[in-house]
């Protein structure tokens, strides 16, 4: 969809995401999806009367280093507070939140493109909170589900500095990328655990003030937000050309129809009534805390992009895909890493990586689990260590690829990993049944036989249309089976060709 270039979206982004701890934020209660509704609940995250939250110091660590990731300042004293609202699935009539004292403060993403930063992204916070409940609506009422009540939440606020639907993705798959690495989040989208809400106005391009926005709830994948942003942004211009009014209001994407929907008027901030949390005392963090915690940053996404294109000579587009999955780029340093086994050379980087993009790729996506249930990494490396060393060819080691996809259940359960068997990779059998014949004896006796059953053909190469050169090699590799070593078929069959030997 093209926009009136006469107008700029101004875009902010606010990201809502699931800590990956084993309990809730003020309870013992299990952080954990799919359970039966209402199954993981107790009194406190049920806002029974007169029970007192406590507070999860698992929680300060991961925040205290997604703030770090960001480059945010840490608050040594931060504040919790109420924030009042009324909805069935928030029993206590107030979600703890903070407000005018937020643990991480400041900050910025940088937004990558093609190997460089395309935009920084500054953040205003972010801030620990705990997350409502889940309404399920039917055709004959709604019920509510409380188990995602009190879960840890962090909210990453951006500041208006995104100016297109597709900058918008790419921050927010940058943001994923970052808080995956770090253990902060599992950024699954479809459990909700990583969910944006989006405020897009427009201004006329070349003036400072603001227009009218709007905000775009609870956006749970990333075509979602660029379609609903990229809606929105035409509806405003539209509204603006026709010398309508903008409202400010809360809307919802309906993906079936791909139109925004009013949902009520936009809240300002004294709508929710803040004031501190008179149950929980002030957030104190210790600067030994932020040090151990800088001590145990892990490299982060756009560090491991930079390295393996300087590294490793790869494109910012390979880079780019490797490192989008932590597990992928996990995978591919060992199929690289050196092996003790002599005998065979490890697989090239260029080899590694375009392996791993195109086929091992493929076989996850289409077991929809993550790569390390798919893939053992040895046999990865084992098999493309054959390929480096001409013991089979790559359309072989393709071949051979879905019989290492690791023994697993059909269902999805994430505590099936024990379960899950090896691979079939045995070297010795894979050679036997598809390795190359490198014979150079053998080669040339078969290119002999195609020269003289083609001598047509060959009058028409040696007549100047040497693109038909593969149209032998073909033929040569056909009539030893698919086994020949293409590199010897190509050194034998040019010379031939070229009236040497032949």
Not at 175 to 193: F, H, N, P, Q
Not at 242 to 253: A, G, K
Not at 350 to 355: I, S
Not at 437 to 450: L, M, N
């Amino acid at each position: 969809m093209s926009i009136d270039e006469r107008y700029e979206p101004v875009i902010g982004l606010e990201v809502h995401v699931h800590l990956l701890t084993k309990s809730k934020l003020f309870c013992g209660c299990p952080n954990s999806f799919g359970a039966e509704p209402n199954n993981n609940l107790c009194p406190v995250c049920a806002a029974m009367p007169g029970v007192l939250p406590v507070f999860n110091r698992q929680v300060l660590e991961i925040a205290v280093r997604t703030g770090l990731a960001a480059h945010c300042e840490i608050a040594l004293r931060s504040v919790f507070a109420r924030k009042s609202y009324f909805y069935p699935d928030l029993p206590k009539g107030y979600q703890i939140s903070q407000y005018e004292a937020p643990l991480c403060v400041g900050g910025y993403i940088e937004v990558p493109a093609n190997g460089k930063t395309a935009r920084r992204v500054r953040l205003v916070r972010i801030h620990i909170e705990e997350d409502a409940g889940k309404n399920i609506h039917a055709s004959d009422g709604s019920l509510v589900d409380l188990n995602r009540s009190g879960v840890p939440l962090l909210e990453i606020v951006g500041e208006p500095d995104i100016r297109s639907a597709e900058e918008a993705g790419a921050y927010l798959r940058e943001l994923r990328e970052i808080l995956c690495y770090i253990g902060a989040s599992d950024g699954k989208m479809e459990e909700g655990s990583f969910r944006c809400d989006a405020n897009v106005s427009v201004r006329r391009r070349g003036e400072e003030q603001f227009g009218v926005r709007t905000e775009i709830k609870n956006l749970n994948s990333f075509r979602n937000v660029e379609k609903a942003i990229a809606y929105e942004i035409q509806r405003q211009i539209e509204k603006i050309s026709s010398s309508e009014r903008v409202l400010q209001e809360t809307l919802l994407w309906d993906p079936d129809q791909e139109v925004t929907r009013p949902m009520r008027s936009k809240e300002f901030a004294n709508d929710y009534r803040y004031f501190p949390e008179p149950d929980l005392p002030p957030l104190v963090v210790e600067p030994e805390l932020i040090e151990r915690v800088k001590r145990s940053m892990p490299e982060l996404p756009a560090e491991r992009r930079a390295r393996y294109i300087a590294q490793f000579t790869l494109s910012p587009s390979e880079a780019d895909v490797l490192t989008g999955d932590k597990e992928l780029a996990e995978c591919f340093e060992s199929v690289v890493a050196s092996s003790a086994d002599v005998s065979l050379p490890p697989p090239s980087p260029k080899l590694a990586a375009n392996f791993l993009i195109t086929e091992v790729l493929r076989e996850v996506h289409a077991a929809n689990r993550p790569v390390k249930d798919v893939f053992d990494p040895t046999d990865i490396k084992g098999l493309l260590s054959l390929v480096q060393g001409e013991k089979i060819s790559l359309n072989a080691a393709k071949t051979v690829l879905p019989e290492l996809v690791l023994a697993q259940s059909s269902r999805p359960d994430k505590d099936l990993a024990p379960q899950l068997g090896r691979g079939r990779f045995d070297a010795e059998q894979i050679v036997k049944r598809f390795g190359q014949v490198s014979d150079e004896a053998a080669i040339a006796a078969a290119c002999d036989r195609i020269i003289a059953a083609e001598s047509a053909k060959v009058a028409e190469y040696r007549a100047g249309k040497t693109q038909m050169f593969g149209f032998f090699v073909g033929l040569v590799m056909k009539a030893m089976g698919g086994k020949a070593n293409p590199k010897v078929i190509n050194q034998v069959l040019r010379k031939k060709l070229s009236g040497g030997g032949g």
